[in-house]
């Protein structure tokens, strides 16, 4: 059946018969929430609560195109089948609004318990939503869908959106009291925002609904403002994306407004008539999209530039923690030891005694030219096309420097009465890589040693050497700490050093795995990374190219 | 391994997504296919005959046309007068065939002024009035 109170639309959207400012008021808010949906999505794809924002923008525009749906079209069938998902879709906002809140309050997952009262809660919308306890009929003068007389669909899913609301407030308002003051200045944002988006989709529509039910109104098209609400939480979003950095978004100011104005620009379209009018108006457009580029360009530049600024500050705050910690020690120890033998101190003292110092001062040493060879090492390394030098690269056998690095750490592990364990596939005995030999060592020693350092006493190490098509693949495993999963990202980084790991041995420069990472990119083909888990254990895997035999 | 750990992490999503494919499919079938609804418009009413609802066509009411309340199965009247009603004297009548249809004329008790039903004296000018005009709505 047809109603006749419009002319057939165009793309199923647009028709004169309805006013201009519906258009403007649906469309852009529709694609400033898709736009700001799929940048949160496309910047955390594996976050749950980015994931959650991005599904309620999807239902929101879901929810307006299907409402435009039913303004403009003429054919029952196709307003009947749209306006039958109008609960569905406002269920799920309720849901889903409750799901994200607490996600963005809890930092974390719902239980199982709270996801199935959840589902339950919304399975009687969905389960009804064909039936004709949610749409019975159509009125063909007023081109609307009718409803069962006592409405029970529609009440209990703008129940469904209240309780929501009610829930929303109670775990915002628990969670404020033992907030600190930025994540109070956060709850209070995000807050507003959702709560004014969720009563006016849902109070206001219902209000509006009952006014014309009741003659009070002659259509229901008061209803349609109910999406402004979704205006106001779009903006609040969007000073917490900038401010706050919610959803782990780059997204800056200058960003937002340029998109914001682009969109605003281009939805004029849909209501200006004259040609001059949309002549002028796309002109505004392209200049303003050309000029808001420029700027956002120079601001990321900006941006970029200060970032690698603060970076560097750090590095060089890190370097100067590591030389006033790790050097200052060994130096003080050596000079008192230098001093009591100067002085004469020990001269009454048996030989024993005096050896002891000297061995002392020896050991120390030893040590600062570790740290200074590790920060020469690496400064060497640090440059972004490090290359061996061509006269040091032989042909190497790795099983025999494996072993022999194994060999050489064997008391270290005895001492820690480790599990301490070699096994080299016999395929690769005779197998070389080409390489600079010191470099390479330094690699097997480092992350060997660290193992076992690492590593409980009674606990293992295991050096496992094998190959995979034309690659050496070193296995080196141990049941140590494990690295914190905040910190798996920068463990390569010049100077960095894992939380556990400084309170398990404060001595060490953060040098050693980023020159290890160097030295093993340098060769072709070569890669170096880690499974960990905390309390576990690590396991560092080494892919080096296998010589080619002559 | 990773298929199992798929359905654990997805288990309500893919239970959500599931049952509201379910669904469309029986709304379009319902809707689009079987058109199974009612069909609820204002049909022709005769003022004297009849109690006829009144509808002011203006703001002053100087212009106004009366109807009855027609209900009618979406498929008996797609089959009696095709997708537009607007010419059909098929959809201002009953007809034996019709699986549900309703003919609600305006009852003077409960809704009072917005009823009309012409006096003798009137009755006997309208009927001179409707022998010279074919127009469908009938007005005072």
Same mark, same amino acid.
């Given at each position: 059946?047809?109603?006749?109170?419009?002319?057939?639309?165009?793309?199923?959207?647009?028709?004169?018969?309805?006013?201009?400012?519906?258009?403007?008021?649906?469309?852009?808010?529709?694609?400033?929430?898709?736009?700001?949906?799929?940048?949160?999505?496309?910047?955390?794809?594996?976050?749950?609560?980015?994931?959650?924002?991005?599904?309620?923008?999807?239902?929101?525009?879901?929810?307006?195109?299907?409402?435009?749906?039913?303004?403009?079209?003429?054919?029952?069938?196709?307003?009947?089948?749209?306006?039958?998902?109008?609960?569905?879709?406002?269920?799920?906002?309720? @849901? $889903?609004?409750?799901?994200? *809140?607490?996600? #963005? /309050?809890?930092?974390?997952?719902?239980? =199982? %318990?709270?996801?199935?009262? !959840?589902?339950?809660?919304?399975?009687?919308?969905?389960?009804?939503?064909?039936?004709?306890?949610?749409?019975?009929?159509?009125?063909?003068?007023?081109?609307?869908?009718?409803?069962?007389?006592?409405?029970?669909?529609?009440?209990?899913?703008?129940?469904?959106?209240?309780?929501?609301?009610?829930?929303?407030?109670?775990?915002?308002?628990?969670?404020?009291?033992?907030?600190?003051?930025?994540?109070?200045?956060?709850? @209070? $944002?995000?807050?507003?925002? *959702?709560?004014? #988006? /969720?009563?006016?989709?849902?109070?206001? =529509? %219902?209000?509006?609904?009952? !006014?014309?039910?009741?003659?009070?109104?002659?259509?229901?098209?008061l209803e349609m403002y109910g999406l402004l609400g979704m205006v106001i939480f779009l903006i609040y979003i969007g000073i917490l994306m900038?401010?706050?950095?919610?959803?782990?978004?780059?997204?800056?100011?200058?960003?937002?407004?340029?998109?914001?104005?682009?969109?605003?620009?281009?939805?004029q379209f849909f209501f200006i008539q004259t040609n001059i009018n949309k002549v002028l108006t796309g002109l505004t457009l392209i200049v303003f999209s050309v000029v808001g580029w420029l700027i956002v360009r120079s601001v990321k530049k900006e941006i970029r530039q200060r970032q690698?600024?603060?970076?560097?500050?750090?590095?060089?705050?890190?370097?100067?923690?590591?030389?006033?910690?790790?050097?200052?020690?060994?130096?003080?120890?050596?000079?008192?030891?230098?001093?009591?033998?100067?002085?004469?101190?020990?001269?009454?003292?048996?030989?024993?005694?005096?050896?002891?110092?000297?061995?002392?001062?020896?050991?120390?040493?030893?040590?600062?030219?570790?740290?200074?060879?590790?920060?020469?090492?690496?400064?060497?390394?640090?440059?972004?096309?490090?290359?061996?030098?061509?006269?040091?690269?032989?042909?190497?056998?790795?099983?025999?420097?494996?072993?022999?690095?194994?060999?050489?750490?064997?008391?270290?592990?005895?001492?820690?009465?480790?599990?301490?364990?070699?096994?080299?596939?016999?395929?690769?005995?005779?197998?070389?890589?080409?390489?600079?030999?010191?470099?390479?060592?330094?690699?097997?020693?480092?992350?060997?040693?660290?193992?076992?350092?690492?590593?409980?006493?009674?606990?293992?190490?295991?050096?496992?050497?094998?190959?995979?098509?034309?690659?050496?693949?070193?296995?080196?495993?141990?049941?140590?700490?494990?690295?914190?999963?905040?910190?798996?990202?920068?463990?390569?980084?010049?100077?960095?050093?894992?939380?556990?790991?400084?309170?398990?041995?404060?001595?060490?420069?953060?040098?050693?795995?980023?020159?290890?990472?160097?030295?093993?990119?340098?060769?072709?083909?070569?890669?170096?990374?880690?499974?960990?888990?905390?309390?576990?254990?690590?396991?560092?895997?080494?892919?080096?190219?296998?010589?080619?035999?002559? | 391994?990773?298929?199992?750990?798929?359905?654990?992490?997805?288990?309500?999503?893919?239970?959500?997504?599931?049952?509201?494919?379910?669904?469309?499919?029986?709304?379009?079938?319902?809707?689009?296919?079987?058109?199974?609804?009612?069909?609820?418009?204002?049909?022709?009413?005769?003022?004297?005959?009849?109690?006829?609802?009144?509808?002011?066509?203006?703001?002053?009411?100087?212009?106004?046309?009366?109807?009855?309340?027609?209900?009618?199965?979406?498929?008996?009247?797609?089959?009696?007068?095709?997708?537009?009603?607007?010419?059909?004297?098929?959809?201002?009548?009953?007809?034996?065939?019709?699986?549900?249809?309703?003919?609600?004329?305006?009852?003077?008790?409960?809704?009072?002024?917005?009823?009309?039903?012409?006096?003798?004296?009137?009755?006997?000018?309208?009927?001179?009035?409707?022998?010279?005009?074919?127009?469908?709505?009938?007005?005072?």
């Amino acid at each position: 059946m047809i109603c006749y109170l419009f002319s057939e639309p165009l793309y199923f959207l647009f028709t004169s018969g309805v006013p201009a400012l519906l258009y403007y008021a649906y469309i852009p808010t529709t694609f400033i929430a898709l736009f700001l949906g799929i940048y949160v999505y496309r910047n955390g794809k594996h976050l749950l609560f980015n994931k959650l924002f991005f599904v309620i923008c999807i239902l929101f525009s879901l929810w307006t195109i299907s409402t435009l749906i039913e303004w403009t079209n003429i054919h029952s069938g196709l307003i009947l089948f749209v306006w039958s998902f109008a609960g569905i879709i406002s269920g799920l906002i309720a @849901i $889903l609004s409750v799901y994200f *809140i607490y996600v #963005f /309050l809890e930092k974390k997952n719902l239980t =199982t %318990s709270i996801k199935s009262i !959840l589902i339950l809660a919304i399975s009687p919308v969905i389960l009804l939503s064909p039936t004709s306890l949610n749409l019975s009929g159509f009125d063909i003068n007023a081109c609307d869908a009718f409803k069962f007389w006592w409405l029970p669909y529609k009440i209990y899913y703008t129940l469904l959106g209240m309780m929501a609301m009610i829930w929303i407030f109670v775990l915002m308002a628990r969670k404020y009291r033992v907030s600190t003051v930025d994540m109070k200045k956060q709850i @209070i $944002l995000m807050g507003t925002g *959702i709560e004014f #988006f /969720l009563s006016l989709f849902f109070i206001w =529509t %219902s209000y509006t609904y009952y !006014l014309t039910q009741i003659g009070v109104d002659s259509d229901s098209r008061l209803e349609m403002y109910g999406l402004l609400g979704m205006v106001i939480f779009l903006i609040y979003i969007g000073i917490l994306m900038v401010r706050f950095k919610v959803f782990n978004t780059k997204l800056i100011a200058t960003q937002a407004l340029v998109w914001t104005s682009i969109i605003l620009i281009s939805s004029q379209f849909f209501f200006i008539q004259t040609n001059i009018n949309k002549v002028l108006t796309g002109l505004t457009l392209i200049v303003f999209s050309v000029v808001g580029w420029l700027i956002v360009r120079s601001v990321k530049k900006e941006i970029r530039q200060r970032q690698e600024i603060e970076h560097l500050l750090k590095i060089k705050s890190e370097f100067i923690d590591i030389v006033s910690h790790q050097l200052r020690t060994p130096v003080s120890v050596i000079k008192g030891m230098a001093s009591m033998l100067k002085e004469g101190d020990l001269d009454n003292q048996p030989k024993e005694k005096r050896d002891e110092f000297i061995a002392g001062i020896y050991e120390k040493s030893e040590k600062l030219a570790d740290i200074l060879n590790d920060i020469l090492k690496a400064a060497e390394l640090d440059m972004d096309n490090f290359s061996f030098t061509p006269a040091n690269i032989k042909p190497i056998n790795l099983s025999q420097l494996v072993k022999g690095i194994f060999d050489d750490l064997f008391s270290l592990a005895q001492a820690k009465k480790l599990n301490y364990q070699i096994n080299i596939s016999p395929e690769i005995a005779n197998l070389n890589v080409m390489t600079d030999e010191s470099f390479l060592k330094h690699v097997f020693q480092n992350i060997t040693d660290n193992a076992i350092k690492y590593s409980r006493d009674g606990g293992s190490t295991t050096v496992d050497l094998s190959k995979e098509k034309d690659f050496f693949i070193c296995k080196i495993i141990d049941s140590g700490i494990g690295i914190p999963e905040d910190q798996k990202d920068r463990l390569f980084e010049k100077f960095f050093r894992a939380k556990n790991a400084v309170d398990v041995h404060a001595y060490g420069t953060g040098l050693g795995l980023f020159i290890a990472k160097k030295i093993v990119e340098a060769h072709h083909g070569g890669k170096i990374w880690f499974d960990s888990t905390i309390g576990k254990g690590t396991t560092f895997y080494i892919k080096l190219p296998i010589a080619k035999q002559v | 391994m990773k298929t199992k750990t798929f359905f654990k992490d997805y288990f309500f999503s893919l239970i959500l997504v599931a049952s509201i494919i379910v669904v469309s499919i029986f709304s379009f079938y319902r809707f689009i296919i079987k058109q199974d609804y009612i069909v609820s418009y204002e049909g022709k009413c005769e003022i004297t005959s009849n109690n006829c609802f009144l509808e002011c066509d203006n703001d002053s009411c100087t212009e106004n046309h009366y109807y009855s309340k027609m209900q009618k199965y979406a498929p008996d009247l797609y089959n009696e007068c095709g997708k537009d009603i607007t010419d059909c004297a098929n959809a201002n009548i009953c007809l034996p065939n019709d699986q549900k249809c309703s003919i609600t004329y305006c009852d003077p008790e409960n809704d009072g002024d917005t009823c009309k039903k012409a006096t003798p004296s009137e009755s006997a000018i309208l009927n001179d009035e409707q022998s010279s005009s074919t127009n469908n709505t009938i007005k005072l």
